[in-house]
């Protein structure tokens, strides 16, 4: 189907600890992933993509690793702060039955860092 | 440069009322999505344009329409207004490209239907 799997729905972390929220996709020409941040009552904001031809990307605290052959990919947040709490979206574009490949969200991830 | 702007901000509307929300994309974007959020929900997929023609349509009934402007502004219209239409109405914009597909939001309409 065109989909994009995302998992957990909801994620609860002591602060300091690491977080991991897991995306598979349908579609094997699939090349660009990106994640989003949604704060409350905030819209969408890309944090962090990967494309394609790497496996793997860095900024600070924040890293996506991408499993090609699996179509799977994750997003990692280690040292976690509360303001880090947020529904956080993995995207990517799927070929449609139109042919077009339209950018497609996971049905997000609510992650809560208690302090 | 300006991001995507969306107008009205907020919108209150009477069931069975029509309502019309706008979108302006960032420069040089010639895609437009439409996506409703009811609260605390994912992002539902409504509507992408591109160059001026309507691309995908999400699993919304036909009261639910829309339109591409030769400038790539967008328009959604939602007909015969329902309380379930009540959401946070989020546009988005990016380069029609297969190597990036980022798309970027406005800070979105929220419609509630009384």
């Known amino acids: 189907g065109e989909n994009v799997e995302q998992h957990p729905s909801t994620l609860s972390v002591q602060e300091g600890d690491s977080a991991v929220i897991k995306c598979t996709y349908s579609?094997?020409?699939?090349?660009?992933f990106p994640w989003y941040k949604q704060e409350l009552g905030k819209r969408p904001q890309l944090i962090i993509d990967?494309?394609?031809?790497?496996g793997e990307k860095k900024d600070q605290r924040i890293a996506v690793t991408l499993n090609k052959t699996a179509k799977h990919f994750s997003l990692h947040i280690t040292e976690t702060q509360p303001e880090d709490s947020a529904v956080y979206f993995c995207?990517?574009?799927?070929?449609?039955?139109?042919?077009?490949?339209?950018?497609?969200f996971g049905t997000g991830t609510k992650l809560q860092v208690i302090p | 440069e300006a991001g995507v702007t969306q107008s009205p901000t907020h919108l209150i509307k009477t069931r069975g009322q029509q309502a019309t929300l706008r979108c302006s994309p960032i420069?040089?974007?010639?895609?437009v999505y439409w996506y409703q959020q009811a609260l605390g929900l994912g992002l539902q997929f409504l509507l992408w344009?591109?160059?001026?023609?309507?691309?995908n349509r999400g699993n919304f009934p036909p009261r639910f329409s829309g339109r591409q402007f030769p400038n790539y502004s967008s328009e959604l219209n939602v007909n015969a207004l329902e309380l379930e239409d009540s959401a946070l109405y989020l546009c988005?914009?990016?380069?029609?490209?297969?190597?990036?597909?980022?798309?970027?939001f406005g800070e979105g309409s929220w419609l509630t239907v009384v």
């Open positions: 579609d094997s020409a699939s090349n660009y």
């Open positions: 995207a990517a574009p799927i070929r449609g039955s139109g042919g077009y490949q339209k950018v497609t």
């Open positions: 344009y591109d160059e001026g023609e309507e691309r």
């Open positions: 420069s040089g974007h010639t895609s």
């Open positions: 990967i494309r394609s031809n790497v």
């Open positions: 988005a914009s990016s380069v029609p490209s297969l190597i990036r597909n980022t798309i970027y």
